[in-house]
């Protein structure tokens, strides 16, 4: 097939432009501090995130599935099948110099020395899924998801400590009342257990770690956000392959009843589609906005996914505090919206 010059491709991050200072990168508005294409990345990543969501809790609730690490496989191998045959068929590139469509002699995946390059990435979103996973078992779901909305303060406190980031007082005050909404949520089940708080704060942590290593990465590595997630999948894969296997869910997988039921394989497809999708905004979102915005995106789409989640799922009671605190954190994340969109 002969390339053609009107191919259309997916946008990609180019680090190359953020060292730049965005040169040639146009505004959203006059006086934003945020691109068009960061707003496009901020709005698709927010879009699959619900969506992932839903379709994950259908595979882990509706059908049962016993595992969430085979799921995490599955998506895994998906992601790296799709950009397989992406670059193969020279629909995208891996490196952010690269332009489409691309010669016949740029067939080459990623070099030895980039993989090495980008390990970091991979070690701290193995810690990170650990640790989120681990995270769940301590302490109740209110709880839970007050102490997860702490992760911006971390993100922010890493960036800063990594890449000397600094941060205005509008932006710092937005942050402080997501925290505060998120502990008015909780605040009808503080109770205290040490190794259920240890684990969150830890499994925050390393939520800021590995969101602060995808900005850092993808502005040093030459990779944009295909080549950033191919990395972290060919050195993930087989790691998380070895840790279902040892921990039996592939066995338990073998056995599940509904592995070949129609419907069970459409949700499954469709939550690998999306967790493609999803990797790929992440990225994106990280390394044209900031892994603080990602963060924000993250809390500004719990909204959207307790909403629907309560649509189609149900079993989510009234609490007049948890509704105040979901509000303070929704205005919160409106208020950081806006001094990205606008400035300050």
Not at 126 to 137: D, F, G, H, I, P
Request: hydrophobic share 45%; with cysteine.
């Amino acid at each position: 097939m002969v390339p053609s010059t009107d191919r259309l491709s997916l946008p990609v991050s180019d680090p190359s432009s953020q060292q730049r200072g965005g040169a040639g990168e146009q505004r959203l508005f006059k006086g934003s501090t945020m691109t068009t294409r960061g707003a496009y990345a901020a709005v698709s990543y927010m879009s699959c995130a619900v969506m992932l969501v839903l379709f994950n809790k259908a595979a882990l609730s509706s059908y049962s599935f016993p595992s969430a690490n085979v799921i995490t496989l599955f998506q895994m191998i998906c992601s790296c099948s799709f950009l397989y045959v992406l670059r193969r068929w020279k629909l995208i590139s891996f490196s952010s110099g690269d332009t489409l469509p691309l010669t016949d002699n740029s067939t080459r995946l990623v070099s030895l020395q980039t993989v090495i390059h980008t390990s970091p990435l991979a070690l701290t979103y193995l810690l990170y899924m650990l640790a989120t996973m681990e995270s769940v078992r301590g302490v109740n779901v209110p709880m839970y998801t007050t102490l997860r909305r702490t992760t911006v303060v971390f993100t922010m406190f890493v960036e800063f400590i990594l890449v000397g980031q600094k941060y205005t007082r509008s932006v710092i005050g937005s942050v402080a009342l997501i925290v505060f909404g998120a502990f008015v949520a909780g605040s009808r089940d503080l109770s205290f257990d040490a190794y259920g708080y240890a684990v969150v704060f830890l499994s925050n942590i390393t939520t800021a770690i590995y969101l602060a290593t995808i900005s850092r990465i993808g502005k040093s590595s030459g990779l944009n956000s295909f080549g950033l997630m191919w990395c972290n999948g060919i050195l993930c894969g087989p790691v998380l392959l070895f840790w279902t296997f040892i921990r039996g869910d592939l066995r338990m997988t073998m056995e599940f009843p509904h592995l070949f039921a129609p419907g069970f394989l459409i949700v499954l497809l469709l939550s690998c589609v999306l967790a493609f999708f999803l990797n790929y905004s992440i990225f994106l979102n990280t390394t044209l906005n900031s892994a603080v915005t990602q963060t924000i995106c993250g809390n500004l789409k719990d909204l959207f996914t307790i909403t629907l989640g309560w649509m189609f799922f149900g079993g989510l009671p009234f609490d007049l505090l948890n509704v105040i605190g979901q509000l303070l954190g929704f205005v919160g994340s409106g208020f950081y919206a806006y001094f990205k969109l606008f400035g300050n």
